[in-house]
Structure formats: structure tokens, C-alpha cells
């Protein structure tokens, strides 16, 4: 089955600057990879997703890229403010009936003012 | 949007006891409903795919006689946790997609369990 690789497992960075996280799979039919934002005791809510027919997708300070031949994907967050403090989760899944995503380790963002 | 709701939000219950967790869908059907568990700091843990009208698809590992899915409508799962014990403490949360063939999901606040 598919396995997903996050690192790191925490990111600390001061306001204002970027932060990467990265994910890696192993299932090269994978073609649907969300990013979910989950603050304590709250529930995963998806922040930007990615399909396997484009490289790279923004909005606004986040942006996720892919790289289908490498089997890695990315998170990034520009101008980080500390209400970006969360723990992310990337997860890849293959788009169809009987879609079921496997989810990352997770990563700790801490931003601080 | 595509709202999920959970109950109840926290649970604590004596041990040995069962408790009903259930997963609705506010504002859309949804054939298929999905149940994780999470620990403290970890990972999504995906449990069963709950199926309307059918019979749950267990994980490996998943105890189906422990953790029983009911997925009696479609807007409508439920999780029963029998004979719970400590170990089975946990944050179990839901999803839920709008479309059988659609790829993003939308989980529910999720349920605090503590079994003393």
C-alpha cells in the first residue's frame, strides 16, 4: 500500500518568514495530494490540495508543489503569522471510488511573534 | 459547504461500558463516511470505511466486534465503542465526501473519549 514520509516532525521559525514542509510516497499511482491544518483538539481542515496534472498551486501565502517523477510534494507558507501555529498533515490517495488517503506524520508548525 | 457534525464532542465513561460517537453530514448525502483515531501528537489512524446500507470495511488490526459502524442513512454514521477500556482513550474523529467518486473529505470536531 501507499506509505507518506513528512518531514520535519516540528518547524520553529520567527514571524514573517517561510516555512517548508515536505512529503515524500512510494505509490507512483497516487494522484490526489491534500494538505490539512489542525490545531489542538480541533478538527483537520483542508488548506490546498493538488492533482497530479499540475506542478505547482497557490493561494494567497500558501502554495504546494508536486513532483510526480521525484514522488515528492511540498508545503509552503510565506509571511507567516503565528495564528499559521498548527500541526499540517500532507496525505496521497488515488481520485476515484474507492479513494482513501494515507496521511503523514504530521508536522508542528510553531511560529513565533 | 459541506458541514460534518460530531457527538458527542467529549465522553468519559467507567470502563467496561459502551459508548455511541455519531458522525452526521449537515448539509449533503454522503455514501461513504470514514472513522480515524488519533493520539496525542500522532497521526491520523484510519479505522474503517463506513458504507451506506452495507457493512463497514474494517483496517487491519481493527477490531470489528469492538468497534462497531453503523451506517444506517446517508447523512447518518455511527461508532460504537463496546466494552470500552483506558486504552481505547482517544480523539476519534470523521470524514465524510459529497460524492462517492470525489476526492476531498471533510471531517467532523471530533470526540474526546476517556474510559476511566
Known amino acids: 500500500g501507499e506509505n507518506v514520509e513528512q518531514h520535519p516532525s516540528t518547524l520553529s521559525v520567527q514571524e514573517g518568514d517561510s516555512a517548508v514542509i515536505k512529503c515524500t510516497y512510494s505509490?507512483?499511482?497516487?494522484?490526489?495530494f491534500p494538505w490539512y491544518k489542525q490545531e489542538l483538539g480541533k478538527r483537520p481542515q483542508l488548506i490546498i490540495d493538488?492533482?497530479?496534472?499540475?506542478g505547482e498551486k497557490k493561494d494567497q501565502r500558501i502554495a504546494v508543489t508536486l513532483n510526480k517523477t521525484a514522488k515528492h510534494f511540498s508545503l509552503h507558507i510565506t509571511e507567516t503569522q503565528p495564528e499559521d501555529s498548527a500541526v499540517y498533515f500532507c496525505?496521497?490517495?488515488?481520485?476515484?471510488?474507492?479513494?482513501?488517503?494515507?496521511f503523514g506524520r504530521g508536522t508542528s508548525l510553531i511560529v513565533h511573534p | 459547504g459541506a458541514v460534518v457534525s460530531q457527538h458527542p464532542s467529549r465522553v468519559i465513561c467507567k470502563s467496561g461500558t459502551s459508548v455511541k460517537i455519531e458522525c452526521r453530514s449537515l448539509?449533503?448525502?454522503?455514501?461513504?463516511m470514514f472513522w480515524y483515531r488519533q493520539f496525542p501528537k500522532q497521526s491520523l489512524m484510519l479505522m474503517a470505511t463506513?458504507?451506506?446500507?452495507?457493512?463497514?470495511?474494517?483496517e487491519q488490526g481493527v477490531e470489528k466486534d469492538k468497534f462497531l459502524i453503523n451506517h444506517a442513512s446517508l447523512t447518518l454514521s455511527t461508532l460504537t465503542v463496546t466494552s470500552a477500556h483506558p486504552e481505547d482513550s482517544s480523539f476519534y474523529i470523521c470524514?465524510?465526501?459529497?460524492?462517492?467518486?470525489?476526492?476531498?473529505?471533510?471531517f467532523g470536531p471530533g470526540t474526546r473519549l476517556t474510559v476511566l
Open positions: 470524514s465524510a465526501r459529497r460524492d462517492p467518486g470525489a476526492d476531498t473529505q471533510y
Open positions: 505509490d507512483s499511482a497516487s494522484n490526489y
Open positions: 493538488i492533482r497530479s496534472n499540475v
Open positions: 496525505a496521497a490517495s488515488i481520485r476515484g471510488g474507492s479513494y482513501i488517503p494515507t
Open positions: 448539509d449533503f448525502q454522503a455514501t461513504t
Open positions: 463506513s458504507n451506506e446500507g452495507s457493512k463497514a470495511t474494517y
